[in-house]
């Protein structure tokens, strides 16, 4: 049973960085690397949305609001994906999930403040 598990999230003053992680077990490496994987974020009273995207050829692609300031990237030997995110603002408070193969993680509390 696939499972995904993210982690890193916490509170950062505006301008800050933090790095996000997503682990998938339950597969293999070389099945966890033939699929896309994707991070989300809902803040309250917003709908989900996409903030990045990396397929299994590493085609990427952002949503316009961060652009230049978060990366995605994918460890293959480690069935891990990243979301490093630099120049944090308090809009991108939210609840970040991963999702791979229709599988959503539980989500990591991202709060920006001072």
């Known amino acids: 049973q696939v499972q995904v598990v993210e982690s890193g999230g916490g509170l950062v003053q505006p301008g800050g960085s933090l790095r996000l992680s997503c682990a998938v077990s339950?597969?293999?490496?070389?099945?966890?690397?033939?699929?896309?994987v994707a991070w989300y974020r809902q803040a309250p009273g917003n709908q989900r949305e996409l903030v990045a995207r990396?397929?299994?050829?590493?085609?990427?692609n952002y949503v316009d609001s961060v652009k230049g300031r978060f990366t995605i990237s994918r460890d293959n030997a480690k069935n891990t994906v990243y979301l490093q995110m630099n120049s944090l603002e308090p809009e991108d408070t939210a609840v970040y999930y991963c999702?791979?193969?229709?599988?959503w993680g539980q989500g990591t509390q991202v709060t920006v403040s001072s």
């Open positions: 339950g597969v293999s490496g070389s099945v966890f690397s033939i699929y896309g």
């Open positions: 990396i397929t299994n050829g590493g085609k990427i």
């Open positions: 999702n791979i193969m229709g599988v």
